[in-house]
């Protein structure tokens, strides 16, 4: 398998729910990213992750956590959510944050739907 | 004020015409990165052409070609011979150098290729 994956495609969750959005990259790469990207409105980082310490937390709300035990997974721990959570997850790799721009260049998974009740 | 400004939210073009999608952006670091990104309906977001602000010439690859006037601060994203399978929303980022760690989306342009 090449690139990057996301699992599960979908999902439907209850506000009282913990669910887990998975993310792995078959690239080589050293940094990840989540972003979340709601109906009209830009994309939204929320977390970077670096040679697996985390560099950018963009304030995101604690009942989002997130998880990089290696290079090369990335996972997004979901508690207690809100329905205006209800977006689509979108994981992210590059090669790493210290060659520059060229080197950010981000390769993206499918995203993960996530619809809140 | 905005960063990256996509000022077509719909835009359309016959099969096998050419078309350009408009981007400006904002930054006062004179060493950045431009980016075009596709995303079809299916969510994935495909990258599809880097301009560096230091790169002499215009980024090409493939159909896909950049117009990159740095005076203007545009770097529009021309696709050549439009095919239906380029129905998609396209977006314009960009990475300052000394940006932290973050790649700056415009708000997209969503392009419909008619047969």
């Known amino acids: 398998e090449t690139g990057v994956t996301q699992t599960p495609r979908h999902l439907v969750m209850g506000m009282t729910n913990k669910k887990s959005l998975k993310c792995e990259q078959h690239?080589?790469?050293?940094?990840m990213y989540w972003y979340k990207q709601s109906a009209k409105k830009p994309l939204e980082l929320m977390f970077v992750y670096n040679f697996k310490e985390q560099t950018e937390n963009n304030s995101v709300p604690s009942r989002f956590s997130p998880e990089c035990p290696n290079s090369s997974h990335l996972f997004l721990h979901l508690h207690t959510l809100q329905p205006e959570d209800s977006a689509l997850y979108l994981c992210?790799?590059?090669?790493?944050?210290?060659?520059?721009?060229?080197?950010?260049?981000?390769?993206f998974g499918p995203g993960t739907r996530l619809l809140v009740l | 004020a905005q960063k990256i400004t996509q000022t077509q939210p719909g835009m359309f073009v016959q099969e096998k015409e050419a078309v350009t999608l408009d981007c400006t952006y904002d930054?006062?670091?004179?060493?950045?990165?431009l980016f075009w990104y596709k995303q079809p309906s299916s969510g994935e977001m495909i990258f599809l052409i880097y301009?560096?602000?230091?790169?002499?010439q215009n980024a090409t690859e493939g159909r896909y070609s950049l117009n990159f006037q740095k005076a203007r601060k545009s770097a529009n994203l021309v696709i050549s011979a439009s095919q239906l399978g380029d129905s998609a929303m396209y977006f314009c980022?960009?990475?300052?150098?000394?940006?932290?760690?973050?790649?700056?989306f415009g708000a997209g342009t969503r392009l419909f290729v008619k047969a």
């Open positions: 690239l080589g790469h050293n940094a």
């Open positions: 301009q560096g602000s230091y790169d002499q």
């Open positions: 980022a960009m990475r300052e150098d000394t940006g932290g760690f973050k790649t700056i």
């Open positions: 992210a790799s590059s090669q790493d944050l210290a060659g520059g721009p060229r080197q950010e260049t981000q390769y």
């Open positions: 930054t006062s670091d004179p060493s950045y990165g």
